[in-house]
């Protein structure tokens, strides 16, 4: 495994105690990014994922994969140039069409998911250690989703619920503020896609959410095998799982600042390897990049690491 133990650590940070993570002040690494809150499958089953990575579902994944999914923050397609629903195949959002990523694209409905209250406010943090200029599409599948199925485009709604340019960069990661949808129950899909203005590339990401299921009826007869969805007890509150959205931590506010144009020369564009119809060698040319890349990260965070 090429990754460092620091870069490793540094996403284990992430994914627990983001604002504790000193990376805030820390110049770019080379790296990517992708959602940490509501964390995508990508990360939630790769090898830095935690419980996470040993679900079923991270197993069924890794397996139809056939290999880790180490390159967690490199899910990316260049020149889609917004051309998303022409360029990624229907069946195939969640690896963006890339071969190396197919394992994502599993159609289950037990993939490590986030708790969310419908018309709430969503603080997605997407963990990311290179300033990349561009605009982040948020968006949540239609009511009536079916998660047994393969996720489509038909399955999205045409515009997205959120989007946000140039969101500022805080302890290692965006954090976008958006306010969810009201209507959705059950299982759905956020698909996140962040278009890079400073690079030809753009991002996929799935993470799955729950909003509780609807009462069907206001409780006249007695259902035992019916749950109640987020019953409040005081002190029994399952630490492991994500609540609601945090609403009352300080977040940054979106697209304000715009950090300026960045040199090209510190990104390495994939124009020639990672389109989706590039044979099945290119992801790993690409991900041998992104772990020389990553393994540079690492070694800079490290030494800043050490410094604090
Ligand atoms: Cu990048």
Redesign the pocket.
Known sequence: MPRTTAHRAALAAALVTPLLLPLGTAGPAR???APTDPVSRVVACSPEGGDRAGTAACRAAVAANGAPFTAWDNL?VANVNGRDRAVIPDGKLCSGGLPAYRGLDLARADWPSTRMAPGAKLTMRYV?T?P?TGTFRMYLTKPGYDPAGPLSWSDLPEKPFAEVTDPALTDGAYRMEATLPSDRTGRHVLYTVWQ?SS?P?TYYSCSDVVFPEKEKEPRKTEEPEKKEPAKKEPGTKAPERKGEPETEEPVASPAVESPGPQPQGD?TPLATTSGPASGPSAPVLAGGAAAVLLLAGGAALALRLRRR
């Open positions: 790296a990517h990014g990316r990311s290179i990349h890079n690079t590339d990104h």
